[in-house]
């Protein structure tokens, strides 16, 4: 795997657009080849060497493709969108769109993320070992495709509405959720270590949200069912099920209906 | 003598009441009365003639006053500034034409800047929910003609929509509704007793951000599931017997305002009301429709839509696509988050309306504001723009809450050498065009 390493030399005024800061653009570009691909700051077209200094040069494919950013790149937008294959490591925080639609590869940051991050995605690995905004791993608006695949982990805390419209893949949060977690989910599985303020599972048709701390409210839909033993992320404990949400529409499989369930730690 | 022109349509409120009588001087200049308008309209109508009204542009010296310039000296600022700066926030539209609002999208177009109306402090969160979950609606002739169940969640038109009650909602005989009043049955859902509560037969006192919790009640209970005791304040046994009644009436419709659209979850709690609407069809007929605002902030959205597919929230600053996103490219986190460099209000007050970090933001840039009045964003801006009153002083096209679209008349003329904002915008138009040409 061979290595292009972007420091920060001058931060935008508005928020710059890196669309083609990912693996895929990068394969087979030498540092002068990246330093001429576009950025966009409003509506002024710039290139990615006026913003970063590049070093090292990309592998023949993404796959063998690491990217390493340094510098300040919390005001860098749509980092690592739509990757496939290879690594992209951020030293610092990202802004909105970081990892949205991504189908493969790894993309670490090593900071806190803003809204809209890993929207509708399809597969690979998404660490964030800060914050993240809202929205993360939800669909893009109107979409009804929120996240299918892969897994997207958070050390820190998340914001609200996050994995709206949610169809399969996994979000675990170490920290807390604030409200809107799964709403319209249709698949998938959430697991939050902490406490959630409420309006967890609204709406939702299928899917799972695992909960070791509180919830603030219940949604009125639900309805408790039974203990169960799980182990969640490597930890075994005792969890109360419950179903819903019953006011929304269920489909049904051999004759009885499937709801989204909720699973809240004794 | 004076003259009286008839079926004048009011540009106050997003009910765009269309049977109003202004009587005018023979001379076209000034309006004597106004008949049929509630008081807000009437007002809007009188306040043509208001003694120190602005009739020329004018622009912010260093000290802080204004001074009197020219229609084309304005024009020629404004068009620099449009050119200039790498992403601009154009705002507003919603008490304007669409004529007017589709030379503003021309001009974006060409210097990429990002188109936003009043929604976006308004009902922008209706609109999300839309396009999440689609809107079984119908027209506000069908609410007066058919609606026997009429809900009023976090609205209050009886301040905001004054005639809305009296000419479809609740009062006005129709052809299936031959009763009034009396063959209606009124729900007021309101964390406050207002005065829509008190013409309402049944009040539902709700503690406040609980919308969403209580709309899913609404829907387990019309499924027959199980509730918890209360919800949001409202014992079960309420939610289960309004549901019933609900259920046995013969079309029913919710009309839903900022209690919804701007309270806890915001876009979810319009969503959630809007499929227990489609949920109430399995029952019975069922509609919903939004209180829009300002009187054709409705036709903003519409415009925008025809033409770039978004209601609201247009980002055009990559000029070969549209691209829209609540939270990243509405009026409020541009300023907030500095990602404009200049402003260009028009037809709106977001000095007004936008939260103070966002008009401290705006005050900070270069900003133009088009407006016939004087309001709270002319004061914080470089350059005002008065122009003519649309309904009042120049005719144009609008679209009421309902989405139907209502030709607004002229009554009176403007007083001397005023543009109009689709003069206004056309003049910016050339010399934007002018500008780009020569570099």
């Not at chain 1, 604030?178 to 989910?185: C, E, G, K």
């Not at chain 1, 939050?192 to 070791?212: A, D, P, T």
């Not at chain 2, 209606?184 to 919308?211: L, M, N, P, S």
């Not at chain 2, 209502?406 to 689709?422: H, Q």
Request: hydrophobic share 35%; proline share 4%.
């Amino acid at each position: 795997m061979k290595t292009v390493t972007l420091t920060v030399k001058q931060a935008p005024e508005l928020y710059l657009e890196c669309e083609n800061i990912t693996p895929d653009t990068f394969a087979g570009k030498k540092a002068d080849e990246i330093a001429q691909l576009p950025a966009y700051q409003g509506k002024e077209d710039t290139t990615l060497g006026e913003y970063f200094t590049i070093a090292g040069e990309a592998g023949a494919t993404a796959a063998e493709t690491q990217i390493i950013l340094k510098g300040d790149c919390s005001k860098m937008k749509y980092i690592g969108i739509k990757m496939t294959a290879g690594e992209v490591i951020v030293n610092s925080s990202t802004d909105m769109y970081t990892g949205g639609w991504m189908k493969g590869g790894k993309l670490v940051v090593k900071g806190d993320v803003h809204s809209f991050c890993g929207l509708g995605m399809e597969g690979g690995e998404f660490i964030i070992e800060g914050n993240a905004g809202n929205y993360l791993g939800a669909s893009y608006r109107g979409d009804w495709r929120g996240m299918q695949g892969g897994i997207i982990r958070v050390k820190g805390n998340v914001g609200s509405d996050i994995c709206t419209f949610m169809n399969g893949g996994e979000l675990i949060v170490e920290g807390n959720a604030d409200v809107h977690i799964a709403t319209h989910a249709e698949g998938g599985k959430i697991v939050i270590k902490g406490n959630v303020n409420r309006r967890v599972g609204g709406q939702m048709v299928k899917g799972e949200v695992i909960v070791f701390g509180k919830i603030g409210l219940m949604m009125p839909g639900y309805k408790y069912t039974k203990d169960v033993d799980l182990e969640v992320d490597g930890t075994k404990a005792n969890f109360a099920e419950y179903v819903g949400d019953l006011g929304e529409r269920h489909p049904k499989r051999k004759g009885e209906p499937v709801y989204g369930k909720i699973f809240l730690k004794k | 003598m004076p003259k009286v022109v008839t079926d004048v349509t009011c540009p106050f409120c997003g009910t765009l009441c269309d049977d109003l009588e202004v009587t005018v001087s023979d001379d076209n200049k000034k309006i004597l009365s106004v008949r049929n308008a509630c008081a807000i309209g009437s007002e809007k109508f009188n306040h043509t003639s208001l003694p120190g009204r602005v009739t020329r542009p004018r622009k912010r010296q260093p000290d802080g006053t204004f001074k009197e310039i020219t229609y084309d000296e304005a024009i020629d600022w404004t068009a620099n500034m449009l050119v200039k700066s790498k992403k601009t926030l154009m705002y507003g539209w919603a008490s304007t034409s669409c004529q007017a609002m589709s030379v503003g999208h021309e001009i974006a177009e060409k210097v990429g800047g990002v188109v936003d109306n009043c929604a976006t402090v308004c009902h922008g969160s209706s609109l999300i929910a839309i396009q999440d979950v689609g809107i079984p609606s119908c027209t506000l002739g069908e609410v007066k003609n058919r609606a026997d169940r009429v809900i009023f969640w976090g609205c209050n038109p009886a301040h905001a929509h004054p005639r809305h009650m009296s000419r479809y909602s609740i009062f006005p005989r129709g052809f299936f509704t031959v009763k009034g009043h009396k063959g209606r049955k009124i729900y007021c859902v309101d964390c406050r007793h207002t005065d829509t509560a008190r013409v309402a037969d049944e009040f539902i006192q709700i503690q406040q951000g609980y919308d969403y919790e209580l709309l899913d009640a609404f829907r387990t209970a019309a499924r027959g599931e199980a509730l918890p005791d209360t919800i949001g304040g409202v014992p079960k046994e309420k939610v289960y017997k309004i549901v019933e009644d609900l259920k046995a009436g013969r079309f029913g419709v919710i009309f839903f305002g900022m209690g919804l659209t701007h309270t806890l979850g915001r876009n979810h709690n319009i969503d959630e009301a809007i499929s227990f609407t489609r949920d109430m069809n399995d029952f019975t007929k069922f509609s919903i429709i939004a209180m829009r605002g300002h009187w054709n902030v409705t036709g903003s959205g519409q415009v925008l839509s025809w033409q770039y597919g978004f209601p609201y929230a247009v980002d055009l600053s990559r000029r070969n696509k549209a691209r829209y996103q609540t939270g990243e490219t509405t009026s409020v986190d541009l300023l907030v988050r500095n990602e404009v460099e200049a402003c260009f209000n028009i037809a709106t007050d977001p000095g007004a309306h936008f939260p103070i970090d966002a008009v401290v933001s705006m005050s900070k840039k270069p900003t133009v504001t088009v407006d016939p009045h004087i309001n709270m964003s002319t004061e914080i801006s470089d350059i005002h723009i008065p122009v003519a009153m649309v309904g009042v002083e120049t005719g144009g096209c609008a679209y009421r809450m309902d989405n139907v679209p209502i030709e607004t008349r002229k009554v009176v003329d403007a007083p001397d050498g005023m543009l109009t904002d689709v003069e206004l915008l056309t003049k910016i138009n050339e010399r934007v065009d002018q500008l780009m040409g020569a570099k």
